[in-house]
């Protein structure tokens, strides 16, 4: 396994993010012990690791038009909080608001990614959700969190 993960992270990172997305975007069958859940949480580790590297959240954040990489791109950037993902993350975010395409789990994902990369537009597509105010439970719940962690009084 290491082996593996070695030769995905080397090269030109953004080459090698790129090659991660378009595997996670194929949907390959996966052998019976290993989730879907799990393939992706991998992939966005290593996403993570690459996105320490210049020029490669910027590559992350052009990827949100292949919409099968959203929730792979969120988890990462989540992660990785860099505020230079802010603008991608929250154009995402309005365009929920006004077609809303994302089941209650992604939209969990895309509140918190708001919350954790931070900055001015983070905070106004906050402030839009939370305005909406007809959010299940759970997504209500994220958008305190997002709140807070941006200095967010109640």
């Known amino acids: 396994m290491s082996r593996l993960r ?36 991998t992939a966005a580790d290593l996403l993570v690791e690459l996105g320490e590297n210049p020029g490669v959240v910027d590559h992350l954040c052009q990827q949100f038009a292949r919409p099968r990489l959203w929730g792979v791109l969120l988890d990462a950037l989540a992660l990785l909080g860099d505020p230079a993902a802010a603008h991608a993350v929250a154009a995402l975010a309005k365009s929920q608001l006004r077609h809303p395409t ?19 537009e983070s905070r106004e597509a906050l402030d839009a959700f939370r305005a909406r105010g007809d959010w299940s439970p759970d997504v209500a719940r994220e958008l305190e969190i997002a709140h807070e962690a941006l200095g967010k009084p109640r």
């Open 6 to 41: 070695d030769e995905l992270l080397e090269g030109e990172p953004r080459t090698a993010a790129s090659a991660i997305l378009d595997a996670v975007e194929a949907r390959p069958e996966l052998p019976v012990n290993l989730s879907r859940e799990d393939f992706e949480g």
């Open 102 to 120: 994302l089941e209650v789990p992604e939209l969990i994902k895309l509140v918190s990614t708001l919350g954790c990369v931070g900055g001015p």
